[in-house]
Structure formats: structure tokens, C-alpha cells
């Protein structure tokens, strides 16, 4: 009913944040968190987590389970180990023992597990308080052996995930930008974790599929003069990078309620 509905929101907005509640009653300082969602969310919900985490408990130890995909965009963040767990997919439930055990570990090896975060809700006070800063390791400044100039157009074609929305430009927009960029003597790297859809054109450099995001993040950061992406992890990562380079980005996003506008 609407009226229920209603009460969720205040007591969302209003209530006992229960990450708080479950931080004041914490017995120890290992703490593990599973995560299987996007790769944004390292940045706009998993940095805030792991803030609030050591405001009540500075010492704390910090551990993420998550997919292989995910992994490097943990290294991101400061002073936490990360575990992969082979056999995790995005939106499917996985096994959180056998993925603990492929480690030698069990969950009585941690103070606290946190199974199914909801940094949405959960990290609420961050919105237009915290940024989030992204630690950039030097080491991944080292992309000579990709052998690319500069200056490129860096593109994230789509989000490659689903929601209860579009997000993503029609294919023929994108094709019809890549002419006219060509046309003006740029070239464009297209990043993203499969070549889907097809893009074959003179000019344009599909990565998808061939880099770390390590790399393509370092690309982005060393070649890139332009980046033109969607609401993706991609923007978010760029975009909170506590590192200085030169970067004209254009987001095809203007929805204040979501992503690094949300974050205000």
C-alpha cells in the first residue's frame, strides 16, 4: 500500500541507520563483505562503507569477496585485502562458504560477515558530504606495451548489464559520433568487457575484451583527451580517481538521483 511505502521512506530517511546499529555492536575488527553487484558501486557505495566502518572502528581489517571481474577495482580502495570467488555471477546467488574455502577460510575466520550489503540505503549521510577518492597505484602507469599515441577519444559504448530503465545510446548515435569525430583526425579506443555489439569503422580501436581495467583505466588517464561513457562503472571510477591528468568527460546521464550526479 501507499501508505506503507510512505513510512519505508521517512524511516529510511529518518530511522536508526542499521549499519550503525550493526557497527556499535561489532565484536572484533575482521570484517568481511560480499559483493556481487556493479563495478560503479566500489566507488559510490563500498568506499563510503569501508569510511563509516573505520570511524567506529579505525583498526579495522576490511575483506571483499567478489567476482574476478571486480577484483582490481577493490586495490582501489585504501587498505583492504579482496578475495575472488571463482564461481560468483552478477545477480545470481552464490555459495558463500565454498567461496571462502577455495581461500582456506571459513566464516568463524571473521568477526563479522556482511553477506548482502545495501550501500543505497545504508550509506544515505554520504550523499553530498563524502568524496569518494580512489587511489591510484603508479605501478599501472606502465601501458607501453599496449604501443597507443595520443590523443584518443575514449568511448564505453554500454553499460553492459540491465536495469529497470534505458541507458544506453542507440548504436546508430554511436556510429554516426565516430564519423564525425574521425572526420576531425581523432581516433577512438573503445573500452568495455566484451565487443558487443560489433563495431567495425576505420579508425576505431576495440578494446573490449582485451584489457585489465587496470589498463583501460591507465589508457584512459595516459591516452584518452575525451571520454564520452554512460552511467557505467566506468564514469564512476574515471570520474572519483584521486589522481590529477587531463580529461574532458561527457556523460550521457543527466539523472540527479543516480550515479556521480546522485553523489553531489
Known sequence: PLEDLMLKRLWRAYGINPFDRLLRKAQGKRF???????????????????????????????????????????????????????????????????????????RADFDLVIEHPDPTYWCQWQLGKLIPRLQ???????????????????????TETSYGY???????????????????????????????????MPGVIDLRGQTTLAEMLSLIKQKCSWLVVPDSGV??????????????????WSDPRQGILKQN
Open 235 to 252: 564514469l564512476s571510477l574515471t570520474y572519483f580517481l584521486d589522481c590529477s591528468f587531463p580529461l574532458k568527460i561527457v556523460s550521457l
Open 136 to 158: 591510484w597505484n603508479t605501478e599501472w602507469d606502465r601501458i607501453d606495451h599496449l604501443h597507443l599515441k595520443r590523443p584518443y577519444l575514449g568511448v564505453h559504448v554500454q
Open 166 to 200: 534505458e541507458k544506453n545510446w542507440p548504436i546508430e548515435h554511436w556510429k554516426a559520433l565516430f564519423e564525425r569525430v574521425r572526420a576531425a583526425g581523432v581516433e577512438i579506443l573503445l573500452f568495455g568487457n566484451a565487443p558487443v555489439p560489433v563495431i567495425e
Open 32 to 106: 568481511l563483505i560480499c559483493w556481487n553487484r556493479g563495478l560503479g558501486d566500489i566507488a559510490l557505495g563500498m568506499y563510503a562503507l569501508v569510511h563509516r566502518i573505520r570511524q567506529f572502528i579505525p583498526d579495522a581489517e576490511v575483506t571483499f569477496l567478489t567476482r574476478s571481474d571486480l577484483a582490481q577495482g577493490f586495490s582501489l580502495l585504501e587498505k583492504v585485502s579482496v578475495l575472488i570467488h571463482p564461481e560468483m555471477r552478477r545477480k545470481e546467488a552464490f555459495d558463500l562458504d565454498a567461496g571462502l574455502a577455495k581461500h582456506s577460510l571459513k
